[in-house]
């Protein structure tokens, strides 16, 4: 690929970006002051368990659309097989949701703006995952301490999207050649800010998400023990297709 071939692609993946994340930076800057108080932390505490996974799964699932609409707006994403979307999607959507929070996360308190203000990890206590939501809190500081701009987060987020190892993928080499292409938009771009030892960091973050993503389905296959028919009857479809893995994929095929 050329040079222009690469800004382009650059580009182009940065205004896929901007086109799908809910907030603008400047927006988020200007709701920081609304936090969650006392009174309305406890109400949050004092749900149900089953009723604050419920809660969360369709928040998540709500970001996980814009998450899926991103993604159809990587160039070469949707002339990839739709198993393949598909699969790329199951994997990879919540680990761009948690990259998406870091830019939403405000350091100086630990708060991540949910529900229509910022929220600290205690407000997630009913779900009774403490381990998981704090690695999730400890996740968004260590990568808002990289201070990503926008453009690399587009990057970031596409290149955690398309990743040739993930299971079941049919064709892995047609997912290599669009990566590549990416991997190459994001060196490009890391290069032009002299910022290139942030690459070696940002796979090390990819790491990480990994392994929280692992967590997450964990914690869902416990609720799931407790809570059958919840998940069944009140989760979001998107949800179970993308989460839970006996699901067929009913709303993902008409991606
Ligand atoms: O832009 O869509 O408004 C988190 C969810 C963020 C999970 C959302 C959440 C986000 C993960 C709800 C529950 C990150 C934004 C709001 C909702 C990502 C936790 C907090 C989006 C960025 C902040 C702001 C709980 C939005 C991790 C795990 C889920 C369970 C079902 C238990």
């Known amino acids: 690929p050329t040079s222009t071939h690469i800004e382009e692609l650059c580009a182009s993946i940065f205004r896929s970006h901007r086109e799908t994340s809910q907030y603008r930076a400047e927006e988020l800057q200007a709701l920081r002051w609304k936090i969650f108080g006392r009174e309305e932390v406890h109400a949050y505490q004092n749900k149900s368990m089953d009723e604050m996974w419920q809660h969360c799964a369709v928040r998540l699932t709500d970001a996980v659309q814009y998450v899926v609409e991103f993604a159809k707006r990587i160039p070469g994403f949707r002339q990839l097989g739709q198993n393949d979307q598909i699969a790329l999607l199951k994997s990879g959507s919540m680990e761009v949701v948690l990259v998406r929070m870091s830019r939403i996360f405000n350091t100086e308190n630990s708060t991540v703006f949910f529900d229509g203000k910022f929220a600290g990890p205690e407000l997630f206590k009913s779900l009774a995952c403490g381990d998981f939501i704090a690695s999730v809190f400890d996740f968004a500081h260590s990568l808002c301490a990289l201070r990503l701009t926008e453009q690399q987060v587009a990057l970031f987020s596409a290149l955690v999207l398309i990743n040739a190892d993930r299971p079941c993928l049919e064709d892995r080499d047609r997912v290599l050649r669009v990566r590549k292409d990416v991997e190459l938009a994001l060196s490009h771009i890391l290069h032009r800010d002299n910022q290139e030892s942030l690459l070696h960091k940002l796979y ?39 989460f839970v893995s006996d699901t067929d994929m009913h709303t993902m095929v008409t991606l």
């Open 204 to 242: 090390q973050k990819m790491t990480l998400l990994k392994s929280l993503c692992t967590l997450h389905m964990e914690k869902l296959r416990w609720f799931r023990q407790y809570y059958p028919l919840t998940v069944h009857s009140l989760f979001p479809p998107l949800y179970k297709e993308l």
